[in-house]
């Protein structure tokens, strides 16, 4: 069937059991270790990297999303599929 954004995670979670194999809960702890208190532009779509980020104490000043013309064409399914499970930089 080739890729769709449709079949995304349903695909993932066929091969891993689970649909994000990513452990966003220890995403801040490097950033804790180095020290950041505050991040002024935060570029990412990903509702779950900010609230583990801001869950954790770390200020996020600006949610900027990754523009249209960065992603590159065989990325076009993932960040299809990712924007309507709801990766929207909080919009």
């Known amino acids: ?5 449709e ?5 993932t979670e066929q091969v891993a059991g689970v649909q994000d194999t ?3 809960a220890l995403m801040p702890d490097p950033l804790h270790f180095l020290g950041v208190t505050k991040i ?4 990412s779509m990903s509702d779950m990297k ?7 104490g770390i200020e996020i000043v600006n949610r900027i999303e990754i523009p249209k013309e960065l992603v590159p064409d065989d990325a076009q ?3 299809t599929a990712k924007v309507f499970h709801g990766y929207n930089a909080g919009e």
């Open 50 to 56: 900010y609230n583990a980020i801001v869950s954790t």
């Open 77 to 79: 399914v993932e960040i």
């Open 1 to 5: 069937g080739g890729d769709s954004a």
């Open 7 to 11: 079949n995304y995670f349903n695909c």
């Open 22 to 24: 990513r452990f966003q």
């Open 40 to 43: 002024h532009n935060f570029i």
